[in-house]
């Protein structure tokens, strides 16, 4: 596929990537185009997490490029990374139990732009979590799941992306957490930040996002808009489920 687009603000160019002697991705490639809620699904082992966590420079690709709103950033630092605007929130959420939720905050903000704009994000953040703005000295650690990765995406974007990577964000919440979930998804979309999603929970992530990537044994094997993966007859039975 063609990846030239000047509307592309992430652009994934035949990216291979190995967990020490063992391939983890195969030439993936991929986009996600400005103001786009993009997905990528797949079970358990697929790379989704690898891909993640290589755009956001935790690990290096062996081969391949990747561009941030048209730099390359396949050799910078994580934190030069989130400078430019592109945050990962990660599986598992990564808080610090044993500090405040303002305290965890404002950890999301280390970023100098972004420690110019403190106040004003928090505002904001506290605006779409008010269940935040009202315990702001509890202890993350004492927060309930649902709670921890509220805070968790709260605290990425206190950096003020341009890009928001999501890694698993619906895992071990309760049902209410995830619906609740893919309505703020939808809000911090449409309030200017682009979002790319990694979601097991593949009609969550179909339901939320324009459009999606299928990653299968660390290639991509299928791509479509949410509408077209939805009615695919192998997503039907490998990940929703459903019958042909």
């Not at 202890?139 to 709670?147: H, K, Q």
Request: with cysteine; aromatic share 6%; proline share 4%.
């Amino acid at each position: 596929m063609s990846l030239s687009n000047d509307d592309s603000i992430l652009v994934v160019e035949k990216v291979n990537i190995f967990h020490g002697d063992v391939q983890a991705i195969w030439d993936v490639s991929f986009k996600v185009r400005k103001g786009e809620i993009v997905t990528i699904v797949g079970s358990n082992g697929a790379g989704k997490t690898t891909t993640l966590e290589t755009i956001a420079g935790l690990l290096k690709p062996s081969s391949g490029s990747i561009f941030f709103d048209g730099k390359r950033i396949d050799n910078l630092a994580p934190h030069q990374i989130v400078a430019k605007g592109c945050t990962l929130t990660p599986e598992g959420r990564h808080l610090f139990p044993n500090m405040t939720i303002i305290e965890n905050l404002e950890m999301g903000c280390y970023v100098a732009e972004a420690r110019k704009q403190k106040g004003d994000t928090l505002k904001w953040v506290f605006g779409l979590f008010p269940q935040l703005a009202n315990r702001k000295k509890q202890l993350a650690g004492t927060m309930s799941g649902g709670e921890q990765q509220m805070l968790a995406v709260g605290r990425a974007l206190m950096s003020r992306p341009k890009l928001l990577m999501l890694d698993e964000p619906s895992f071990g919440l309760a049902p209410k957490y995830v619906s609740k979930l893919s309505e703020i998804v939808t809000t911090i979309n449409k309030e200017g930040v682009t979002v790319l999603l990694v979601e097991q929970n593949t009609r969550l992530a179909l339901k939320t996002s324009n459009r999606g990537y299928v990653l299968e044994s660390g290639k991509i094997a299928l791509e479509g808009s949410s509408a077209e993966l939805m009615e695919n007859h192998l997503v039907k039975k490998a990940y929703l489920g459903l019958p042909r």
